[in-house]
């Protein structure tokens, strides 16, 4: 795996279940660069950190995939989580 993708799975391992789903409710309303488009909704409902990992760097490969995993943290108020993704990224 990569750098990144590892970066992305433990800051998704990291939140809560509750978050998780606050997480994924953001991400598919997310505002996303051109030539992307959203993972639809019922596709991230059952996912868990793996899977919906998985799905982000399908979707957005692992640069925008971690890029835009810090934004939906940081809009959460994670700044700590968002923080060290970016460093990554």
Not at 5 to 33: M, P, Q
Not at 52 to 68: I, N, S
């Amino acid at each position: 795996m990569g750098k990144k993708r590892d970066a992305i799975l433990e800051a998704l391992e990291n939140l809560t279940a509750d978050e998780l789903k606050k997480f994924k409710l953001k991400l598919g309303a997310a505002r996303l660069r051109e030539g992307f488009r959203n993972i639809p909704r019922g596709a991230l409902g059952p996912l868990d950190a793996v899977d919906l990992t998985d799905k982000l760097v399908a979707y957005y490969r692992e640069d925008y995939g971690a890029e835009l995993t810090a934004v939906m943290l940081s809009d959460m108020g994670m700044q700590e989580e968002a923080s060290r993704l970016q460093g990554i990224a």
